[in-house]
């Protein structure tokens, strides 16, 4: 229950004026994702992974979980094959997970192991809701937020969650930085027509995008958020 904690940390800087309103004690520490190494250079990512450095690349981010690759790798297959349609010259790769399967790729590199190269390397995304965003914000990466749920589930969810984005992007900024392509929205129709000039790094809105990321950045706190959350925790035992 809330009225027994003493001091709440959080990772996310909107949840500390939740909680604040709700009379508890609440400390933003920053994200962990900052205390993480920074992504490669997009020259090293590409030699690491192979990739011609002169070709623009799409990411695909279709999540980490079975269960959400398996809901979400046809659209994002279908549009990575319209996005190639209208830009031959386009490579695609995916943040693969051992733990899933992704038929028919096609054209498409599946690579497994740490997801990082993939975000340093590609000059846009399409990414499933949830951290990812937040990873692909930390690498300056422009992309298109999508996500598929269960109808019920999805009706559900509407009705207890009273938040006007789903995507920690644009939450965290306080305003859509990057579309959120959601339910029948979600298609491989619509995020290769939100995605294609982000693929270009001087379109207006990948300009836009890109400023909103830095916002994101910023907000996300400097490095340290263990340690800050271990002085939090050394002043309750004082």
């Known amino acids: 229950k809330l009225a027994s904690v003493r001091q709440?940390?959080?990772?996310l800087p909107f949840e500390q004026e939740f909680f604040r309103a709700r009379g508890v004690a609440t400390t933003f520490v920053g994200h962990p994702l900052k205390d993480r190494a920074g992504p490669p250079s997009r020259e090293g990512a590409r030699r690491l992974l192979g990739l011609d450095p002169q070709r623009p690349v799409l990411g695909l981010f279709p999540g980490s979980?079975?269960?959400e690759v398996k809901r979400h790798w046809a659209m994002f297959r279908e549009a990575a094959a319209r996005v190639t349609a209208?830009?031959?010259d386009v490579e695609v790769i995916v943040?693969?997970?051992k733990d899933a399967r992704y038929p028919d790729p096609g054209p498409i590199r599946v690579l497994h192991g740490d997801p990082l190269a993939v975000f340093a390397a590609a000059n846009a995304g399409i990414c499933k809701s949830g951290t990812t965003t937040l990873e692909a914000a930390i690498a300056d990466l422009p992309m298109v937020i999508t996500y598929r749920m269960h109808a019920i589930s999805s009706f559900i969810a509407?009705?207890?969650?009273r938040v006007p984005w789903v995507g920690l992007v644009n939450l965290v900024a306080g305003y859509e930085v990057a579309p959120e392509l959601l339910q029948r929205r979600a298609n491989g129709e619509s995020l290769a027509g939100g995605v294609l000039p982000l693929l270009d790094a001087d379109h207006p809105i990948t300009r836009r995008q890109r400023e909103g990321l830095q916002l994101v950045r910023e907000r996300l706190g400097p490095p340290g958020a263990a340690d800050r959350v271990a002085e939090l925790a050394a002043g309750l035992l004082a």
């Open 8 to 11: 709440l940390a959080v990772i």
């Open 95 to 97: 943040a693969g997970t």
């Open 65 to 67: 979980r079975e269960q």
């Open 86 to 88: 209208a830009r031959p």
């Open 158 to 161: 509407h009705r207890l969650v």
